[in-house]
């Protein structure tokens, strides 16, 4: 006889329908309630559909007082002129000197404005999400006389375009941020630069003058019309977690940093790739620089990683006709460059380059490693005095390794310019080019302390590693300079 199962009853099946329905219908509610709060909640689409952005971050309230710049009718869409907006912001901050001072809030979007200037005792705080753009048309960026210590425009007799962030005679200035971003939008200065258009010298983005104590951290510089961020004649001032950034080509002498005449300064934990020095420190252009007479001094270069296709990483000069002296450079990751650290000058700078020294540098895929050039003949005026030789001494170079290099080193004095007391210790430079004379020098007098790599040249006395004399030069006069490779 054959079995079968027999049908459940009536109700068991009539109670599962109505779970199952129960089931949907919940699921369903579930999924709308996510679908509409996302919808309503998270700009441009739906967060399951798109990466979440985080919420906005609390800024910091780092003065007594705070403004938002749209409290002065600042308007973030990249197409409004915000200028009178920061100049308000500006005249009010200004007003709260004697209190503490003020911080001036720029909040995520596009702020598009020509230059304007800051006050003392001002914080300007850019949000996470804000970008203060540089309008890109030269009409509405001011003329201001040349710098004193270079005669005049840097690259056209006369007047000068200012800066889109400047500042003169001020005390305790802040520049910083959630990581906002300052864009010059060069891309229309270099091609009129290229085109030869433009009737004076481009402007810096931001650029300090004859102040002290100033801070600027914790935000990203792009794409300057000129040198990137320019402090003239101050004393005290930090840079510190600064991005800086340029096309590595076709953004002609876009420095990152230049200290010029500049005292008591640090500059670390940096990233720059731009499209000339990654540091450039100056003090004045042949008899203008003379004259003025100020030089840059005490200055700390840590923790940095920097690129420079069309220059060097860390430079000294060539402007350095006021002198430079006292500066530590520690710490340095220079990688797809041409140069590693320069120190560049000429006959007619005078000055002097002393009390300079390199530690734990490291250089990877750089074309020279290390450069003292003392025929970087371009000059302000016909005005130089050829005879106004500058000093360079006591210059050591301690822990420089890397990889990929195809010159080591290039230092090369001359006959008018030797260079005193030059000093290589712990160094190993993996190389490209397995060239005879690819540690080069002239004209130098110094030593080489323990285990050097690639082999030294002859001009340097060699010591053993607890400082004991083995071989001295007889050579220090000599020349392999090469530059055909």
């Not at 200004?94 to 911080?103: D, E, I, L, N, Y």
């Not at 990137?228 to 876009?254: E, F, Q, R, S």
């Given at each position: 006889?054959?079995?079968?199962?027999?049908?459940?009853?009536?109700?068991?099946?009539?109670?599962?329908?109505?779970?199952?329905?129960?089931?949907?219908a919940f699921l369903m509610m579930f999924f709308f309630t996510v679908f509409y709060w996302q919808r309503d909640s998270a700009p441009g689409g739906l967060l399951i559909f798109r990466q979440a952005f985080p919420p906005p971050r609390q800024l910091p309230m780092l003065r007594p007082l705070a403004f938002n710049l749209t409290d002065f009718g600042g308007v973030g869409d990249g197409a409004t002129l915000n200028t009178a907006a920061f100049e308000s912001a500006v005249m009010a901050?200004?007003?709260?000197?004697?209190?503490?001072?003020?911080?001036?809030?720029?909040?995520?979007?596009?702020?598009?404005?020509?230059?304007?200037?800051l006050t003392s005792?001002?914080?300007l705080f850019l949000a996470e999400g804000a970008v203060i753009l540089g309008v890109d048309d030269e009409k509405y960026w001011p003329l201001m006389p040349p710098l004193p210590s270079y005669g005049y425009g840097r690259e056209h007799p006369g007047p000068r375009y200012g800066s889109l962030i400047h500042g003169q005679n001020l005390k305790d200035v802040v520049i910083t941020g959630h990581n906002g971003t300052i864009n010059g939008q060069g891309q229309t200065w270099w091609k009129k630069y290229r085109r030869k258009v433009l009737n004076h010298t481009r402007g810096p983005l931001v650029q300090i003058m004859w102040s002290s104590d100033i801070l600027i951290s914790n935000i990203t510089l792009r794409d300057s019309?000129?040198?990137?961020?320019?402090?003239?004649?101050?004393?005290?001032?930090?840079?510190?977690?600064?991005?800086?950034?340029?096309?590595?080509?076709?953004?002609?002498?876009?420095?990152?940093?230049?200290?010029?005449?500049?005292?008591?300064?640090?500059?670390?934990?940096?990233y720059i790739s731009v499209g000339d020095d990654g540091v450039a420190i100056k003090s004045g252009w042949d008899q203008y620089g003379i004259t003025y007479g100020r030089p840059s001094k005490n200055i700390l270069i840590r923790?940095?990683?920097?690129?420079?296709?069309?220059?060097?990483?860390?430079?000294?000069?060539?402007?350095?006709?006021?002198?430079?002296?006292?500066?530590?450079?520690?710490?340095?990751?220079?990688?797809?460059?041409?140069?590693?650290?320069?120190?560049?000058?000429?006959?007619?700078?005078?000055?002097?380059?002393?009390?300079i020294s390199y530690t734990n540098l490291t250089l990877d895929n750089v074309r020279v490693g290390i450069v003292i050039k003392t025929d970087y003949n371009e000059h302000a005026d016909e005005g130089f005095d050829p005879k106004a030789a500058p000093i360079l001494k006591d210059i050591s170079y301690t822990s420089v390794h890397g990889q990929g290099v195809r010159v080591p080193v290039r230092i090369h004095g001359s006959q008018g310019i030797p260079l005193r007391n030059v000093t290589f210790r712990d160094m190993s430079v993996g190389i490209t080019y397995k060239k005879k004379h690819i540690f080069q020098c002239s004209f130098v007098q110094g030593r080489v302390i323990g285990s050097v790599f690639p082999a030294p040249c002859r001009n340097l006395d060699l010591y053993d590693e607890h400082g004991h004399l083995i071989t001295p030069s007889a050579s220090q006069n000599i020349s392999d300079i090469d530059y055909d490779f």
């Open positions: 006889m054959l079995e079968t199962a027999s049908p459940p009853p009536i109700g068991v099946h009539h109670g599962r329908w109505i779970h199952k329905t129960l089931l949907t901050i200004s007003k709260h000197g004697k209190k503490g001072g003020a911080q001036l809030n720029v909040p995520p979007g596009y702020w598009l404005t020509a230059p304007f200037n005792h001002m914080t019309p000129f040198w990137t961020l320019h402090p003239y004649d101050c004393k005290n001032v930090t840079i510190k977690n600064v991005t800086i950034l340029a096309p590595i080509l076709g953004a002609p002498n876009t420095d990152g940093i230049d200290p010029d005449s500049c005292e008591d300064m640090v500059i670390e934990d940096c923790n940095l990683v920097v690129r420079s296709m069309v220059s060097a990483g860390i430079s000294i000069g060539s402007e350095m006709s006021g002198g430079v002296s006292n500066v530590r450079v520690e710490n340095v990751h220079v990688w797809d460059s041409r140069r590693g650290v320069r120190i560049k000058t000429a006959a007619g700078r005078g000055g002097y380059i002393r009390q």
